[in-house]
């Protein structure tokens, strides 16, 4: 654990809820009766993300993006959901000019009005011909939705095509900031309270403060 958190602190952590995790389940089915080795192994300390992905960053992964990863781009920046959020929408969702969401971590509900860019964006999607039609709004070329592990590897190649440095989740935070104020930011993002929003935003994009506004 020491070593792993010497170059990749927050790996070491996941690698070791994975080994507990096993380690348990191997209890439960009686394949051992050893102590989880796990137990009182203290987890690094993480940071949380303060990435803001700027327009260019985004346009350059989106040109290298093909067609299902582009649209999981624009449905997450102009929504503002999580990643698996993202890939469970589908046609049925679009209720009376909404498109209704429940978020799988917090159990959250939204209904995001369907207007503007994310209008045109749905308006594209039911546009294109495919050979078969399935019903989610991020789909591959044969009419398939995309797994997460696919999402997660086209979004890799295309990332590294473009020569630029942000990981998919970080458009959440660009669609928080870029909305336009910490109350539409709360609504979108579906935050319990203002100051989750307010510490979600500022992180990202930093406080705005004045300058010293005297001559000497």
Same mark, same amino acid.
């Given at each position: &654990? $020491? !070593?792993?958190?010497?170059?990749?602190?927050?790996?070491?952590?996941?690698?070791?809820?994975?080994?507990?995790? *096993?380690?348990? #389940? !191997?209890?439960?089915?009686?394949?051992?009766?050893?102590?989880?080795?796990?137990?009182?192994?203290?987890?690094?300390r993480e940071r949380g993300r303060d990435k803001y992905v700027s327009d260019g960053e985004y346009k350059a992964v989106w040109q290298k993006a093909d067609q299902a990863l582009r649209d999981a781009m624009d449905l997450a920046?102009?929504?503002?959901?999580?990643?698996?959020? @993202?890939?469970?929408?589908s046609m049925t969702d679009i209720q009376d000019g909404t498109l209704a969401i429940k978020q799988a971590k917090t159990g959250?509900?939204?209904?995001?009005?369907?207007?503007?860019? /994310? !209008?045109?964006?749905?308006?594209? %999607?039911?546009?294109?011909?495919?050979?078969?039609?399935?019903?989610?709004?991020?789909?591959? $070329?044969?009419?398939? =939705?995309?797994?997460?592990?696919?999402?997660?590897?086209? #979004?890799?190649?295309?990332?590294?095509?473009?020569?630029? &440095? #942000?990981? #998919?989740?970080? %458009?959440?935070?660009?669609?928080?900031?870029? @909305?336009?104020? /910490?109350?539409?930011?709360?609504?979108?993002?579906?935050? !319990?309270?203002?100051? &989750?929003? $307010? =510490?979600? *935003?500022?992180? *990202?994009?930093?406080?705005?403060?004045?300058?010293?506004?005297?001559?000497?």
């Amino acid at each position: &654990m $020491e !070593a792993r958190g010497a170059t990749a602190k927050v790996r070491a952590n996941r690698e070791k809820a994975l080994l507990s995790h *096993v380690w348990n #389940f !191997a209890r439960a089915k009686g394949y051992t009766t050893l102590p989880n080795p796990c137990a009182g192994i203290k987890n690094h300390r993480e940071r949380g993300r303060d990435k803001y992905v700027s327009d260019g960053e985004y346009k350059a992964v989106w040109q290298k993006a093909d067609q299902a990863l582009r649209d999981a781009m624009d449905l997450a920046y102009l929504t503002g959901q999580r990643p698996s959020d @993202v890939l469970k929408l589908s046609m049925t969702d679009i209720q009376d000019g909404t498109l209704a969401i429940k978020q799988a971590k917090t159990g959250t509900k939204l209904r995001i009005l369907i207007e503007g860019e /994310l !209008a045109a964006l749905i308006d594209r %999607i039911k546009g294109r011909e495919q050979k078969t039609k399935g019903l989610r709004l991020v789909q591959d $070329e044969n009419g398939h =939705h995309l797994t997460y592990w696919q999402l997660a590897s086209r #979004f890799e190649e295309a990332r590294a095509a473009a020569k630029v &440095m #942000f990981q #998919f989740r970080d %458009i959440r935070a660009k669609a928080a900031t870029d @909305v336009g104020g /910490l109350d539409s930011a709360q609504q979108l993002l579906g935050h !319990a309270s203002r100051a &989750m929003s $307010e =510490h979600y *935003v500022k992180k *990202v994009a930093g406080t705005k403060v004045k300058p010293v506004n005297r001559k000497i």
